[in-house]
């Protein structure tokens, strides 16, 4: 089985447990940081890690909901993971939450999968083979301006005044799963997404190889790609676009200094 076959039975299954999960009912409480988590997040991140480094016992294991373990560094390949991304979404009964896994290797992912259970729909690609969508190719938007353009992020953020050049008019929408995110540019329903606040690995990993693939971009707002299997998780920031417009949206955002977490 590869590793692509792999990780989609797995995000299946982890997908069919969170959605049965939550019909269920949900025990929730708050990580260091304010941020909720459920005993769902750890069902699903148990049911991963142990069908998953079954499977693999070689390879490295990072995730949102496990402690991290320094020797996934020392590893070829790694598994880097976010159980239930999009957490909040999940928790308030709406359908914008999803299973993200990645296989990792040299800092970069080879295969990924990015489940949206509750829409029934799963991303997936693997280095070379093309980005899909319920097993059809995928491919982004041809939009090549911002003025009217598709765009997931904050409407608050594109809204605010000190902006050297304000922002055109665009339709603006939000998806707490930034994965999913990321999904919906590299399959063209959206133009570009945009998050100038730190995200972790197992926020990116998955979507990354799903946009290269697809053909669209993914970079910090300096306009730099990701590396993945690092000492520390953090990333800065996200800039996920068609190929157009992520120039456009680099020389708006580029000036601007974020103080990581």
């Not at 299946?12 to 939550?22: I, K, M, T, Y």
């Not at 590299?186 to 972790?200: P, R």
């Not at 790609?225 to 996200?238: A, D, E, I, K």
Request: hydrophobic fraction near 45%; charged fraction near 20%.
């Amino acid at each position: 089985m590869t590793d692509l076959d792999l990780i989609l039975e797995a995000a299946r299954e982890a997908g069919a447990l969170a959605v049965s999960a939550r019909e269920k009912g949900l025990k929730v409480w708050s990580k260091a940081g304010g941020s909720p988590v459920t005993d769902a997040d750890l069902a699903v991140d148990a049911l991963l890690k142990e069908r998953l480094m079954t499977a693999r016992p070689g390879y490295g294991w990072l995730s949102e909901e496990t402690a991290d373990d320094p020797a996934r560094l020392a590893t070829t390949r790694q598994f880097v993971v976010d159980p239930i991304d999009g957490t909040a979404a999940y928790l308030k009964g709406k359908p914008w939450f999803s299973v993200s896994i990645a296989v990792v290797e040299g800092g970069k992912p080879v295969a990924s999968v990015v489940l949206a259970p509750a829409l029934d729909e799963t991303y997936a690609a693997a280095v070379g083979e093309g980005a899909t969508l319920n097993g059809a190719p995928i491919k982004p938007s041809a939009a090549t301006q911002l003025d009217g353009a598709a765009m997931l992020g904050d409407a608050k953020m594109f809204a605010y005044p000190g902006w050297p050049e304000p922002w055109p008019a665009m339709r603006i929408e939000s998806r707490n799963s930034i994965a999913y995110r990321i999904c919906l540019v590299a399959c063209g329903d959206f133009d570009a997404a945009i998050a100038l606040s730190s995200k972790n690995e197992w926020d990116l990993a998955a979507g990354d190889l799903i946009c290269a693939e697809a053909g669209a971009v993914l970079v910090d707002h300096k306009g730099r790609g990701f590396t993945y299997n690092r000492p520390n998780p953090l990333l800065p920031s996200v800039v996920c676009a068609n190929k157009p417009l992520a120039p456009l949206i680099l020389s708006r955002v580029g000036h601007i200094d974020l103080q990581q977490r």
